[in-house]
């Protein structure tokens, strides 16, 4: 009996928030047991535009290049600025 642990990024998804994009990265990790998959989990993390992109694998990092462009960071930037201004009551 041979059991193996594996996970691999098999999905990358670009999507539009607001005016800007973010990157969905799914993983997923299987058991594998005398080359029979036995179990599939899937983990998903979500790539904002200010990531430092040296950071990330080399699919995500080809990805981000493309997607991040100054114009969509700003955008993203412009976001945040909205979410912490404080509210205006009239």
């Not at 928030?17 to 979500?46: H, M």
């Not at 995500?60 to 700003?74: G, M, N, P, S």
Request: charged share 25%.
């Amino acid at each position: 009996m041979n059991i193996v642990k594996s996970s691999a990024v098999d999905k990358i998804e670009i999507v539009n928030v607001l005016d800007f994009k973010v990157l969905q990265v799914r993983t997923a990790i299987q058991i594998i047991e005398d080359g029979n998959v036995i179990s599939t989990q899937y983990e998903r993390v979500c790539v904002n535009p200010d990531v430092d992109i040296k950071t990330l694998i080399d699919d995500v990092k080809l990805i981000a290049k493309q997607v991040f462009t100054d114009t969509v960071k700003q955008a993203y930037l412009a976001s945040l600025e909205k979410k912490s201004a404080p509210l205006q009551v009239a």
